[in-house]
């Protein structure tokens, strides 16, 4: 068990609605920043919409690594981590996440196709990893 309970599955309604709550705001903020923000200020600069999609995935890729390091074990102080196992991880975020988004974001002219894709894969993890975690897969 990962949380304590007096009763079993006591805990997993309010410890899955406090993990959903907290990736709808993290979704939301993501995709205001990354999208509504930082895409349209390089549009303004790149107006190639590859190009400019290119740069916010790889700048969404170097922002992942700041957390998700830790859960796949690549701290750069880890000396069993291989050198380049960092920027392959920016990297893999950058192509499979961060680019699909900001190209339905450039492509669409909307929030809305990048952030509903954002929060199916964010709850799908999340609901993924709660379950492998607590033993039910």
């Known amino acids: 068990k990962i949380w304590p309970s007096d009763?079993?599955?006591?805990?997993?309604?309010?410890?899955?609605?406090?993990?959903?709550?907290?990736?709808?705001v993290h979704a939301v903020t993501e995709e205001l920043f990354f999208r509504r923000?930082?895409?349209?200020?390089?549009?303004?600069?790149?107006p190639n919409v590859?190009?400019?999609a290119a740069l916010v995935a790889l700048i969404f890729g170097i922002y992942h690594m700041t957390?998700?390091?830790f859960f796949w074990g690549l701290q750069p102080w880890n000396p069993e981590a291989p050198a380049y196992s960092l920027p392959m991880q920016m990297l893999s975020q950058a192509m499979t996440w961060g680019l699909p988004l900001a190209l339905?974001?450039?492509?669409?002219?909307?929030?809305?196709?990048?952030?509903?894709?954002?929060?199916?894969f964010g709850l799908s993890y999340t609901l993924l990893s709660y379950f492998r975690a607590t033993g039910a897969l």
């Open 7 to 24: 009763q079993e599955g006591e805990l997993i309604v309010p410890v899955l609605g406090t993990l959903v709550g907290m990736l709808v």
């Open 50 to 52: 590859t190009a400019g």
């Open 104 to 120: 339905l974001f450039m492509w669409s002219r909307s929030i809305v196709p990048s952030l509903t894709a954002n929060l199916m």
């Open 37 to 46: 923000y930082l895409a349209r200020a390089v549009q303004r600069v790149l």
């Open 67 to 69: 957390y998700t390091s």
